[in-house]
């Protein structure tokens, strides 16, 4: 592929220029960190901690250094830029950004004309909610595609917390969140904060928190298939065995009951079906779940005493458990612990935050709703009008009315991320359109016809719409842009604005549209494209009327301070004459097929000379998060990271050696990858982690295409779904390995 022409001009300045000092946050994980950049001119000179930030105060990890490496780098698309194939060829050309919206929207009218709407698909990554014009501006374009055909990240990994969420307390984002700060109990499964700083739980210096816990005489304990950094600060770390996570917490709620240990307290009022519950997990007894999860029954038992007598206590399970073949049951049994000791809704459980703009109550997001339509091939079913990605591919690639021709991606790099990478790869090739809101030409944008960059994250205003929604403390805080972007340059607001008002002209002009809609939407479009992400916000501020001005958060950069998590829950509840329903029917119908899906927990080596099926499970680590970071040399250098993790009887069982390269193998495919023999890891299970695999050819980052690593969704299985929602199955994927 020939290199494209792309000036890299951005960061260039003048050596006199007065070096300046700026607050901003690292939009790059949920923790959303304030930062004090040294700033000279449009270039970065220093990133450090803000000491005077209420939530993250001062914290920072080796990623945000890397917002300046994505600010500068020379693979960074600055420019809209086309696909053209010349003699057998591929190469990228720079355009104007009024021929890209042109081919952009003849391109997607052009399919749904001739398709129907629904053969136009939306994929948006995870950043979409890191950056919020995606938030602000971008229903407006994608409301109008009338596409049935939306996917995101959500059904990658969270889909089971909103639809818990959404049973149980009637909205998706009523998410209770674990008052780390005051806490004198806290389990956690399938989550490792220490590398993620929380993730549906913003809980930046999570570290220092974790420590200021235990000096108060709390308890730190993790449940996990491996021995993660937190399992290592832990009081207690118990191996559990991959997918079976749901077992170990019916039988804790068994064990609530069975000692006498359920009280609810201030939440009784509110509970229907604490009986019914009761009776449905009656068969989950410790003594017989141990032979499935590993865990023994004495030390269940204790682990559920010492959770009911906690003053403050709190169960947390995040995507090791959302992941797996019982996600949802596993979310709603975290819930209903919560519940049944009491600790929702009260200081040192699980409490609903009170963010400036909140997005549940002034209702600018919808409360959800499932399984209203199917998907075409498979019958999987929506989650707040979104399909699971696991059926992505096969909806492109099965031929018939309604197949996915057409695909918008944003911030999104679902070839890396999404099961059956290369299933994805496949498909995406065979598209008639397809168009990547995006600033690299990565391993999913390379398929696209035309590619937008909007500005990275120093160069636009931030307020985090979602993430202070999730957060331990309660804090409103707007930062301005550290840098200004490159002339001619459009932030992702301005973008999806563009993309609606000429998409809606291009469709009128030849479907057909009452005038009151015609008017309705040219009234829309003109007002939120007159309306920039911070002129909504200090609207917003104005309505909510919580006493907060936009004025107030310019005067401090650094944040303002809205206290701790104080309860919200239950006076919400009986405000709207609402109940929680303790065991929702599609649990109740899941709980008695269960048993019958966890085998037992094999307690031998298989015999010499056979080749053992293994379990694989993902990994994150403190440097990484999304596959663009791997493009940042400071990100991936040092020891290589995408190794196997084995346990020594596993190695021993093959006669690997520490270092070894070794193919894994799936149903789906296989990858090659040095193993790393470890007693970190349960015997039986094998680790990799997600975001690598860029040896795939046409691709224009050059850092990462040097530390290549492998996929581990070249060999997940887009076949292997969580039970109810249909989301991704990463966890407890059956896996074969050999020496290379
Ligand atoms: S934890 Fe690291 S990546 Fe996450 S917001 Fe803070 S500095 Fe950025």
Known sequence: MAAMSNAHTAHATSPDAPVETRQGVCNLCEAICGLTFQVQGKRIISVKGNDADPLSRGHICPKAVALKDLHEDPDRLRQPVKRIIENGQTRWQTITWDEAFELVVEGLARVREQHGSNAVAVYQGNPSVHNWGNITHGPMFFGQLKTRSRFSATSVDQLPHHLVSHWLYGHQLAIPIPDVDHTRFMLILGGNPLASNGSLMTVPDVRARFKALRQRGGKLVVIDPRRTETAAVADEHHFIDPGTDAAWLLSVIHTLFDEELVSPKHLEPLLDNIKAVRDAVAPFRPETMAAHTGIDAATTRRLALELAQADGAVVYGRMGLSTQAHGVVCQWAIQVINLLTGNVDR??????????????????????????????????????????????????????????????????????????????????????????????????????????????????????????????????????????????????????????????????????????????????????????PRRLLAIGLNRAKKGLSFKQLLANPQGVDLGPLRPSLVAGLQKRGRRIDLLPLAIRQELPNLMLTFPAVATSPAPSGERPTLKLIGRRDVRSNNSWMHNSERLVSGKPRCTLWIHPRDAAAQHLQDGQTVTVASRVGQVRVPVHVTEDIRPGVVSLPHGWGHDRAGTDMKVAQAHAGASINDITDDRLTERISANAAFSAVPVWIEAA
């Open 347 to 532: 200081e040192g459980g699980a409490l609903l935050t009170s963010p400036a703009i909140d997005l549940i109550q002034t209702r600018l997001m919808s409360a959800g709703h499932f399984d209203v339509w199917r998907s075409r091939v498979r019958g999987a079913p929506e989650f707040g009008g979104e399909l699971p990605v696991s059926v992505m591919a096969e909806e492109m690639l099965t031929p018939g009315k309604g197949q996915m021709r057409a695909l918008i991606t944003s911030c999104g790099n679902p070839v890396l991320s999404t099961p059956n990478g290369r299933q994805l790869d496949q498909a995406l090739s065979k598209l008639d359109f397809m168009v990547s809101i995006d600033f690299y030409l990565n391993e999913t944008t390379r398929h696209a016809h035309v590619i937008l960059p909007p500005t990275c994250g120093v160069e636009h205003d931030h307020y985090d719409l979602v993430f202070l929604h999730l957060a331990v403390r309660n804090i409103a805080r707007y930062s301005e842009a550290v840098v200004a972007p490159a002339d001619g340059a459009l932030h992702d607001w301005q973008i999806y604005t563009e993309l609606a008002r000429r998409y809606a002209r291009r469709i009128w002009s030849v479907e057909r549209a009452s005038t009151r809609q015609r008017l309705t939407g040219m009234l829309t479009r003109g007002i939120m494209g007159r309306l920039p």
